[in-house]
């Protein structure tokens, strides 16, 4: 089965700063070679739990008694450890966004490039599919999507071609979808903003950035004095939020300052932002619009 070539895997590894005997988690398992590389780091009393829930990624467990897969969303993370007597860890790895497993596998739905049924769900089980979100979904609701996950400018006749169309007969497969809306894009620019259209739908069917939000403010309790957490994001939302909240504790607004114009916040970044070299993009594609940010707990 194949999937990515780890982005970043050197840096966001060396972000963790691992201890041979610490406890860390890879919340973005995947194809597992962020865990492949922590483990090798890693002495026999280490412990590695990592979190994933697409059922795909459950084939790539790795046999070692270090290590533990739980099959959820990462946005329960606390809930999950504490399951397995974890309570502080001292790293977290995150690495953001949809495996190129999830792209290439064509009933997924995730890709502009197969004709398949509209679904996008990460988590096979769950109820909210792409297909609810373009059949069910009011026009104001999609339009917002477009607008605050895509930038669409021309978010309003999207939502109402789409609204439009889906009463003659539901919108069932990307083919469809595609044919509705190409004739209204950018000439030249039609697959880029496509891929921008099912990136917003994605992102709502999800809930990405309210997962981000739920696992973001929980690593301040996970996380043990001075350990680390190394997160990749791949679109600039994810990156805007995980920089706020290592920058300020929050996602909006400014923090409170004490008499001295002091803040109080959980992490302090570690570096500057990093971005993959020239030649690993060149290898993997999927590497372009990576970006690492590492933080250490105050």
Do not use: C, W
């Not at 044919?179 to 620019?189: A, C, D, R």
């Not at 372009?288 to 940010?293: D, E, F, I, Q, T």
Request: charged share 30%; net charge neutral.
């Amino acid at each position: 089965m194949q999937y990515h070539k780890p982005v970043l895997l050197k840096e966001s590894v060396d972000g963790l700063n691992i201890r041979e005997d610490g406890v860390y988690v890879d919340v973005t398992f995947g194809g597992g070679g962020h865990s492949r590389e922590i483990l090798n780091r890693l002495g026999p009393n280490g412990k590695l739990l990592a979190f994933d829930q697409d059922k795909d990624a459950l084939q790539n467990k790795i046999e070692d008694p270090r290590f533990t897969l739980i099959h959820e969303n990462f946005k329960f993370i606390k809930r999950f450890l504490r399951f397995y007597g974890v309570k502080k860890v001292d790293g977290i790895l995150g690495d953001f966004g949809v495996s190129s497993h999830q792209f290439n596998e064509a009933e997924r739905g995730f890709s502009t490039r197969f004709d398949a049924r509209l679904d996008m769900r990460m988590n096979q089980n769950s109820a909210l599919s792409a297909y609810e979100v373009i059949n069910e979904y009011e026009e104001e609701q999609l339009k917002g999507i477009f607008y605050a996950y895509a930038d669409l400018k021309n978010a309003p006749k999207l939502a109402h071609l789409i609204v439009e169309a889906r009463e003659q007969e539901p919108l069932t497969n990307s083919e469809t979808l595609n044919e509705l809306l190409k004739p209204h894009l950018f000439k030249g620019k039609e697959n880029k903003i496509l891929a921008q259209i099912y990136q917003a739908i994605r992102i709502e069917v999800n809930q990405e950035m309210e997962v981000l939000k739920d696992f973001l403010k929980q690593t301040e309790d996970l996380v043990v004095k001075n350990g680390r957490i190394s997160l990749i994001s791949y679109h600039s939302l994810e990156d805007r939020l995980v920089k706020r909240y290592i920058r300020s504790g929050l996602f909006e607004g400014e923090p409170e300052k004490d008499f001295y114009g002091n803040i109080s916040v959980p992490f302090k970044k570690v570096g500057k932002l990093i971005v993959p070299s020239s030649e690993e993009i060149k290898e993997n594609n999927r590497a372009r619009s990576a970006k690492l940010r590492i933080a250490k707990k105050i």
